[in-house]
């Protein structure tokens, strides 16, 4: 009876704790499989998070519309890799690509948008099992401070 007790008691608090290991955020994602071309929808109510790139290969097109923001200009950020980024970022929401602007030495921008944010995510160097795309959205009333 004894065990049965502290079962019942362990059981809910391993959940407790897995939940919030694993699924911390409901804006740090995990793509699965994104065909090319396929546009990948950022969580709407998300306007800071991470994205996890499984096998990261050919380009990731991230659309990002935040719910909070849809009535601002605003630009999306993305965290780089101190001195030696895995992926290139692309603003590519008015049709055609547009290099990001460089703000710091791990941070890039793209421009400010109303409505949505459509960026290239594109690969280089070595296939790696897993990346990670850090990102934030910031308006144009917010001050543009590098991400920590």
């Known amino acids: 009876m ?6 019942s008691f362990v059981l809910p608090l391993f959940i407790v704790m ?5 699924f911390s955020s409901p804006c740090d994602e995990m793509t699965y ?3 090319a ?35 601002y200009k605003f630009a999306v950020c ?6 030696d980024s895995s992926y290139d970022v692309m603003d590519v929401t008015k049709g055609d690509k547009q290099p990001c602007k460089r703000i710091s030495d791990t ?16 690969p280089k160097g070595p296939l ?3 990346d990670e795309i850090r990102y934030r959205a910031v308006t144009t009333e917010q001050q543009v401070a590098v991400l920590p």
């Not at 499984?54 to 849809?70: E, G, I, W």
């Not at 941070?107 to 594109?122: F, R």
């Open 2 to 7: 004894a065990a049965l007790t502290s079962i």
């Open 18 to 22: 897995a939940q919030t290991r694993f």
């Open 33 to 35: 499989g994104v065909p």
């Open 37 to 71: 071309g396929q546009v990948y929808n950022v969580n709407p109510s998300c306007t800071e998070g991470s994205i996890s790139w499984s096998y990261p290969r050919d380009t990731l097109r991230l659309l990002f519309a935040p719910t909070d923001l849809k009535d």
């Open 78 to 83: 993305f965290k780089l890799y101190a001195n």
């Open 107 to 122: 941070e890039v921008c793209t421009d400010y948008h109303i409505d949505g944010v459509l960026a290239d995510v594109e």
């Open 128 to 130: 790696r099992f897993m």
